[in-house]
């Protein structure tokens, strides 16, 4: 399988779009054909890692990784994926938890995939691959879980001081040696444009084998297409109807691969993204301008995103407005309607919900009438324990810590801060990376 860019001729392998992430022209990757699926090719998948290597072999063909690909798979849906019924009045709805993994976000199967796949291209411990990761949460956490300990890759995460909660940045500090930690003195963006400029300097990129592991890696985007193919085929048998799915959005990663999924055959109804007041998706299906915005800070932080960057990949595979508002939906959700959701949700079914989660919710209690006889899947994108400081006070309880997560809880923190700059970056790489002994030695 080849894949292209969404903006021009390139044509890559799979290894190759995986390592580089994004292509040359400066798009993003698309499969050069989507394989399409029939039910029958399904009826011996009774798991997401069976449905997985069904769903995942036709992209690896021809690739170094296909004959790893059953591993890679084991290894990345070790951990359920159940769908769970919720008893809301008036709706047939279940709920898909995707928050059972090592840093309790659905982020983990991709980072999981992604890791289990590059470290077998690299494996190299002479020359490390270097993987820079800038974070405001749940993506820096979930890289370093899924690269911890293996060998040949390095992690370096950065993050801004004192913008992450207490818990996130337990998941962010809490890993082995070949995960580097830094707390940079600065915002989010400062940590990007580090990253940024990290990539852009010679000689640091000369010294060092850099990668990024980012949620545009087309690495993370089509493991994720796996639980919505289980999720939904295990929804047609037992329930003989197609589900519609309710995607809390933000950088359109998860949506997309929802999307992909019914693309390639797979029994899915509508698509409903839910997004939080970040509202230009909402907007541009409304009939606004697609004008990307500055971010709004929200209390579902992973979802704060005013500039998609997956919406090339939506726009290249379904065209604009008018042919996608047959493809999905969208509903914008303030904060204080999350709120209201969070102890709403918690009143009714005894449930607590994320504050990401809470936008679906919201989303399938305010469906269109022509909407409201179908069933409906709603994704749990993370545990509502990472988000207590927000989710407790408006259930007025504690919310139990999974077990993956106390154990994450329970383990020292080790980190450096730095100054934004680069200099501070290089030092920092040089003092805690201990890879460029056989590398040429650049000026500093
Ligand atoms: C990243 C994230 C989202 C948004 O997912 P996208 O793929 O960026 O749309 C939603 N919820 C949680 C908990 C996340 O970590």
Same mark, same amino acid.
């Given at each position: 399988m080849k894949f292209r860019s969404t903006r021009g001729d390139t044509m890559v392998g799979v290894d190759e779009a995986l390592l580089s992430g994004i292509a040359d022209d400066g798009g993003l990757f698309l499969p050069a054909v989507l394989p399409r699926f029939e039910l029958e090719d399904f009826v011996q998948a009774t798991s997401p890692i069976e449905t997985a290597r069904i769903l995942l072999a036709p992209f690896f063909e021809e690739s170094a990784l296909a004959e790893h690909l059953h591993d890679i798979v084991a290894e990345t849906f070790e951990f359920p994926i159940p769908t769970t019924r919720l008893d809301v009045a008036e709706r047939c709805a279940w709920m898909l938890e995707l928050y059972h993994g090592p840093t309790a976000a659905f982020k983990d199967v991709g980072a999981g995939f992604l890791a289990a796949c590059l470290s077998r291209l690299t494996g190299d411990e002479e020359s490390p691959l270097v993987i820079l990761v800038a974070t405001s949460g749940d993506t820096g956490g979930a890289v370093a879980a899924a690269f911890d300990r293996r060998p040949g890759v390095r992690v370096v995460v950065l993050f801004p001081k004192g913008r992450v909660s207490k818990r996130q940045v337990k998941q962010l500090t809490c890993w082995s040696d070949n995960v580097l930690s830094l707390e940079v003195r600065g915002s989010f963006d400062d940590c990007q444009s580090l990253v940024k400029a990290a990539?852009?300097?010679?000689?640091?990129?000369?010294?060092?084998?850099?990668?990024?592991?980012?949620?545009?890696? %087309?690495?993370? &985007?089509?493991?994720?297409a796996t639980y919505y193919a289980y999720a939904s085929l295990r929804h047609l048998r037992e329930h003989d109807r197609a589900a519609g799915f309710i995607v809390p959005t933000g950088n359109l990663g998860n949506a997309l691969a929802c999307i992909l999924a019914r693309d390639m055959g797979l029994p899915i109804?509508?698509?409903?993204?839910?997004?939080?007041?970040?509202? +230009? %998706?909402?907007?541009? &299906?409304?009939?606004?301008?697609?004008? #990307?915005?500055?971010? %709004?800070?929200?209390?579902?932080?992973?979802?704060?995103?005013?500039?998609?960057?997956?919406?090339?990949? /939506?726009?290249?595979?379904?065209?604009?407005?008018?042919?996608?508002?047959?493809?999905?939906?969208?509903v914008s959700v303030t904060d204080a309607q999350i709120e209201r959701q969070i102890a709403d949700t918690h009143a009714a079914l005894g449930l607590a919900v994320c504050p990401h989660t809470a936008t679906a919710m919201?989303?399938?209690?305010? /469906?269109?009438? @022509?909407?409201?006889?179908?069933?409906?899947?709603?994704?749990?994108?993370?545990? #509502?324990?990472?988000?207590?400081?927000?989710?407790?006070?408006?259930?007025?309880? #504690?919310?139990?810590?999974?077990?993956?997560?106390?154990?994450?809880?329970?383990?020292?923190?080790?980190?450096?801060?730095?100054?934004?700059? +680069?200099?501070?970056?290089?030092?920092? +790489?040089? @003092?805690?990376?201990?890879?460029?002994?056989?590398?040429?030695?650049?000026?500093?």
């Open positions: 990539f852009a300097d010679p000689t640091l990129s000369t010294r060092y084998r850099f990668s990024s592991a980012n949620s545009i890696n %087309i690495g993370r &985007l089509l493991p994720q109804g509508e698509i409903v993204l839910a997004t939080n007041a970040n509202r +230009l %998706i909402a907007d541009y &299906l409304g009939g606004a301008d697609w004008l #990307p915005r500055a971010s %709004i800070q929200t209390l579902a932080t992973a979802m704060d995103v005013g500039n998609p960057s997956n919406m090339e990949r /939506l726009f290249e595979l379904h065209g604009e407005r008018r042919e996608l508002s047959g493809v999905i939906s969208a919201y989303a399938l209690e305010h /469906l269109e009438p @022509a909407q409201q006889n179908q069933d409906w899947i709603v994704v749990a994108t993370a545990h #509502p324990a990472k988000f207590e400081s927000i989710v407790e006070p408006l259930i007025g309880e #504690p919310v139990p810590v999974p077990e993956a997560l106390a154990d994450i809880l329970s383990r020292p923190s080790r980190f450096e801060t730095i100054e934004p700059t +680069l200099d501070a970056l290089s030092a920092a +790489l040089s @003092a805690g990376l201990r890879v460029d002994a056989t590398a040429p030695t650049g000026d500093k």
